[in-house]
């Protein structure tokens, strides 16, 4: 069953709206204020139908999925506490400071890169490579996002060139979710040992298109935490 999301209704925020506004005035007490307007608008369910909420809903259940992974560079942490998850667009119009991880995305900067379970193992390892090994933090995020924010679904990396041109409505359907957990083309996910929570490709990824409050974070784990190294591996070295 394929099913469209309608249209969803934007509003221009200018400098003068109150979401701006506080996050400007973040750094001088405003947080309380900033996260209550991120829930807020959170809180409105993306253009989404109610079969394609409560597909995704038993879908995280059946499958066992307990969270998203966002992983970043620690010096980003203090504004992300402060704010929440936002897209690289909208820090670039705040003027908020930040280490951008791949700076020349192909697919935009409009979306906060999230990975089903366990992160992208592949961009990580290159990441290490280029900063090292101790400097990351992983963000565990409910997976209530999937349905109460605006999100599309990768089967491959976002950035791949089959994904250019593409109507990202199509990308927000359970023929795109779907896809992500489909059989390989030569082979199987039971003869690759891949649990019903794995994604196919290891670097499938969620794109969520609006900020992600902090009242989503289930856990930040930096290289202090004990489960550090567990998120630092390559994916196949769990299975």
Known sequence: MRIRCPTIRCRVVGSDDPIVLAAKNAGRGGVRKLQHSWVRFLDIQYGKSGDLISYLQQ???DRGI??????????????IKR????????????????????????????????SVMYPNSSMLYHKRMEYGHDCWAFILVSPDVLWK??????????ACAMYRGI???DLKTT???NAVFAEPQNGSRRAMGLHSWCTTDLQAEVKAYKPISQDYFLEIIDRRSPRYHFFLNRRDAIL
């Open 175 to 177: 023929d795109a979710f």
């Open 66 to 79: 307990d969270y998203l992974v966002h992983f970043t560079h620690v010096d980003n942490l203090p504004s």
């Open 149 to 158: 924010n605006d999100c599309a679904f990768f089967a491959h990396n976002a």
């Open 167 to 169: 109507n990202l409505d």
């Open 59 to 61: 879908q995280v259940k």
């Open 83 to 114: 704010l929440g998850l936002l897209p690289r667009n909208v820090l670039i119009k705040l003027g908020i400071p930040h280490i951008a991880l791949d700076p020349n995305r192909y697919d935009g900067t409009s979306g906060i890169c999230l």
